[in-house]
C-alpha cells in the first residue's frame, strides 16, 4: 500500500512538482488517504502534504507550483495514525534538512520512537516511519555520510520498507532503500532518474528500469544509479531491464475510445487479455506442471480476487487428472497450517506479486518447510517472482482499477492452461479430446468479446438492482469461485453487501434472511450442477426472492424462473461448458462497474481499499 515517486534530474527546465505529482497520480490506486511532496530547493527542503486525494489537495496548482532541484512524493494508505495533514508523508527530521517516504510498516518502531524520545527527539505525527528521518539525523551527526547513516539507520529497523530519503545539503542525490516492500527504478541515462512503487508510475517518461530486491540500497544521482547490498555492503552489477508494457495503461483510452474509468476501459480488455494468455509461449509450464504432479501435498493460496482465481483453478487442474489441492486463503495460510509435510508444493495467485499475506505464506512453506512454489504472477520482477521456484506470467498488463478484473480472468485462464497440460502430461486423456478443450478456452475470447457488445444489457440489470442492500451470490462446484468473485466486486465497489454461498449450503441458514424481493444471483452454467441448481432456485424463488440468474444464451429452464438473466454466449457443448468459467464470471464483473457508476461511485478507488496490499 502506499505509492512512493522520486526524481532528480540534470534538466534543470523539468517541471519537477508536476511530474512527481503526475507520477504520484498514475499511483493512487495504492492508497489515497492523503498525499504529499517535498523539494530540495537551494539548500532547503520545501514541504507540502494533506489529507485527501491528490487532484482535489492540487486543485489551485498547490503542488504544482513547488519549486526545486529535485524530490520525492507519496500517497497514502493509512496504517499508523488517521489520514490528516500531519500524518502524511514526506516526514522530515527535527532540523528539516531530512525528508523521507515510506511505504510498509516498521514492527519495531514504537521501541525506536521511545528511545529517541529519550535522547532527546520530539515527534509531530503518529507514523511509524518519522523515525526514519529522526534515526538518519542521529547518524548523520555523529559523522556519517548519507548512505551509511541510511544503512544504519534500516539495521536498526525491524519490518517492511521501500523507503526514499534525500537531504537539503547533498546536492542531487536520492537515496532508495527497500525490504519486503516494492521499489522500482527508472532511468534516462545521463539525464533523470525516478523511483516509483511500481514500474507503470514512471512508464510515460522512460521505459529502462531497474528493481530493487530486499536488503538492497541504491544511491541516485541524475541519470545515474549505483545499487549496494545492505548486508554484504558491496555494490551490485545489474543491467536495467526495458520494459514492454503499453503506456496506454495510464490513460483511459482504449482503440481510440475514451471511457469514463479505468475499471470499464479495463473490462473491455478482458478479451484480448485472455486470447493472449492463452496463446503466450509459457517457457517453462512444464516444471510448473511436473513440480505439482511431482509434489506429495498440494496447497494453493492467494487473497481476495486471486484466491477465488485459485478456486476456479484448482477445480480445472484436478478435472484434467492433477492432484486433490488444499485451498487456504493466505492470511490464514501459516495459522492453519503449523507443520507442512516433507514434499509439498505451493501454488500462489497474485496480480501484484507484493501482497504481504501471500509473500508471507510462500516464504513461510519455502524457507521453514523446503515447499516447492509455482506462483502465477502479473507483474515481472515483483517480490513473490523472486520467492518462486517457476513462475507463469500473466498478460493482463498494468490494472490501474483497484478491483481485480482482468486481473482474476487472466489467472483462471492462466491456470486453465495448466490443467490442460496436466491432462497432456498425464496422458489419460487423447490429444483429440485436449484440443478441443484447448479451442473451447481460445473461444472464451470470442464469447467475451460478444458480452461487451451486448453489455447494455447487463446494465439495465445493474440499474435495477443496485439500491438493493443485501445480495446473495449462490453456486455450485465451479461457479462458485464465480459467485465468490460476483459477490466481492459488487460488495467491494458498489457497497452493496453481497455474500457468496454453495447453493446447497444456503438452506442451511442464509435462507432465513429471504422476504419478499430479497436479490438472489445464481451461477448457472449448464453443467452437471444445473438441475440441483434449479432446485435451490425454486427454494429462494418461493419465498419471494427476486432472481438474477447467469445463463447460457441457450438456457430456458432457469431463464423461465429468473426475474433476470445475465446471458453467456458460450456454444452447447462438453467443452465449451467445461471451459466457461471466465465467461460465466465476467458479466457479475460488469454488473458491479455499472452499479456502482450507477450509485454514483467511483469504481476506480473504492473506500478504504488499496491494489497492492503490502501489509499482514
Ligand atoms: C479485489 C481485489 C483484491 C486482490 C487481492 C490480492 O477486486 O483486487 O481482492 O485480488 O488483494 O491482490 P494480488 O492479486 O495483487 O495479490
Redesign the pocket.
Known amino acids: 500500500m502506499c505509492g512512493i515517486f522520486g526524481l532528480i534530474t540534470n534538466k534543470k527546465e523539468l517541471p519537477i512538482a508536476k511530474l512527481i505529482r503526475e507520477g504520484l497520480e498514475r499511483l493512487e490506486y495504492r492508497g489515497y488517504d492523503s498525499a504529499g511532496i517535498a523539494i530540495v530547493n537551494k539548500g532547503k527542503i520545501e514541504l507540502r502534504k494533506n489529507a485527501g486525494r491528490i487532484a482535489d489537495i492540487n486543485k489551485e496548482g498547490w503542488f504544482d507550483a513547488m519549486e526545486g532541484d529535485f524530490g520525492m512524493g507519496h500517497t497514502r494508505w493509512a496504517t499508523h495514525g488517521p489520514p490528516n495533514a500531519q500524518n502524511s508523508h514526506p516526514h522530515l527530521d527535527g532540523a528539516d534538512k531530512i525528508a523521507v517516504v515510506h511505504n510498509g510498516i516498521l514492527e519495531n518502531f514504537m521501541e525506536l520512537r521511545e528511545e529517541l524520545i529519550t535522547r532527546g527527539h520530539s515527534f509531530k505525527s503518529d507514523t511509524d516511519t518519522e523515525v526514519f528521518p529522526v534515526l538518519i539525523k542521529e547518524f548523520l551527526d555523529s559523522g556519517m555520510a548519507l548512505k551509511e547513516a541510511v544503512v544504519a539507520t534500516i539495521n536498526k529497523c525491524k519490518g517492511a520498507y521501500g523507503i526514499v530519503v534525500c537531504h537539503a545539503d547533498t546536492p542531487d542525490t536520492m537515496i532508495v532503500a527497500r525490504k519486503e516492500s516494492p521499489l522500482t527504478i527508472g532511468i534516462t541515462p545521463g539525464e533523470t532518474t525516478y523511483c516509483a512503487s511500481d514500474i507503470p508510475a514512471f512508464l510515460p517518461l522512460t521505459r529502462m528500469a531497474y528493481i530493487l530486491d530486499d536488503d538492497e540500497i541504491a544511491v541516485l544521482n541524475p541519470g545515474k544509479v549505483a545499487i549496494f547490498d545492505v548486508i554484504k555492503g558491496n555494490k551490485i552489477e545489474r543491467e536495467p531491464i526495458t520494459v514492454e508494457w503499453s503506456i496506454d495503461a495510464a490513460a483511459k483510452v482504449l482503440d481510440g475510445k475514451e471511457y469514463k474509468w479505468f475499471m470499464h476501459k479495463e473490462l473491455h480488455e478482458v478479451p484480448r487479455k485472455v486470447r493472449e494468455q492463452v496463446n503466450v509461449p509459457q517457457e517453462n509450464i512444464d516444471d510448473f506442471v511436473k513440480t505439482i504432479l511431482d509434489a506429495e501435498h498440494v496447497y494453493i493460496t492467494?487473497?481476495?480476487?486471486?484466491f477465488y482465481a485459485c478456486l476456479a483453478g484448482k477445480f480445472q487442474m484436478t478435472r484434467f487428472g492433477g492432484p486433490f489441492m488444499t485451498p487456504i486463503e493466505c492470511s490464514e495460510f501459516k495459522d492453519h497450517l503449523p507443520k507442512m509435510p516433507k514434499n509439498s508444493c505451493v501454488i500462489t495467485?497474485?496480480?501484484?506479486?507484493?501482497?504481504a499475506d501471500?509473500i508471507e505464506a510462500v516464504r513461510y512453506a519455502r524457507e521453514k518447510f523446503g515447499a516447492k512454489i509455482c506462483s502465477v504472477v502479473n507483474v515481472v520482477g515483483s517480490s513473490l517472482t523472486r520467492y518462486s521456484d517457476h513462475v507463469l506470467i500473466t498478460t493482463a498488463g498494468p490494472e490501474i482499477a483497484?478491483?481485480?478484473q482482468k486481473?482474476?480472468c487472466t489467472q483462471v485462464t492462466a491456470l486453465s492452461v495448466v490443467a490442460l497440460r496436466i491432462a497432456e502430461i498425464q496422458g489419460k486423456m487423447s490429444q483429440e479430446e485436449i484440443d478441443k478443450y484447448r479451442e473451447a478456452l481460445i473461444a472464451t475470447a470470442d464469447v467475451g468479446d460478444v458480452i461487451l457488445k451486448r453489455e447494455d444489457a447487463i446494465k439495465a440489470v445493474a440499474q435495477i438492482i443496485s439500491k438493493k442492500i443485501n445480495f446473495f451470490f449462490l453456486g455450485r462446484g465451479l461457479s462458485m469461485a464465480a459467485a465468490y468473485e460476483g459477490a466481492?466486486?459488487l460488495k467491494?465497489i458498489s457497497y452493496n453487501h453481497a455474500e457468496a454461498y454453495p447453493a446447497g449450503e444456503s438452506k442451511h441458514g442464509p435462507i432465513a434472511l429471504i422476504n419478499e424481493g430479497y436479490p438472489v444471483v445464481f451461477v448457472a452454467p449448464p453443467d452437471e450442477t444445473y438441475d440441483r441448481l434449479i432446485g435451490n432456485i425454486m427454494e429462494m424463488k418461493s419465498r419471494g426472492a427476486t432472481i438474477i440468474s447467469v445463463v447460457a444464451d441457450f438456457d430456458e429452464r432457469v431463464t423461465e424462473i429468473s426475474d433476470y438473466t445475465l446471458r453467456v454466449p458460450i456454444e452447447n457443448n462438453k467443452y465449451a461448458i467445461a471451459m466457461s468459467i471466465v465467461p460465466f464470471t465476467f458479466p457479475l464483473q460488469i454488473m458491479a462497474y455499472f452499479a456502482s457508476d450507477h450509485n454514483g461511485l467511483d469504481p476506480d478507488k473504492p473506500r478504504n481499499l488499496a491494489?497492492?496490499?503490502t501489509v499482514k
Request: aromatic share 4%; no cysteine.
Open positions: 492467494a487473497a481476495g480476487t486471486a495467485v497474485s496480480q501484484s506479486g507484493e501482497t501471500t483497484v478491483a481485480s486481473a482474476y466481492l466486486k467491494e491494489k497492492s496490499v
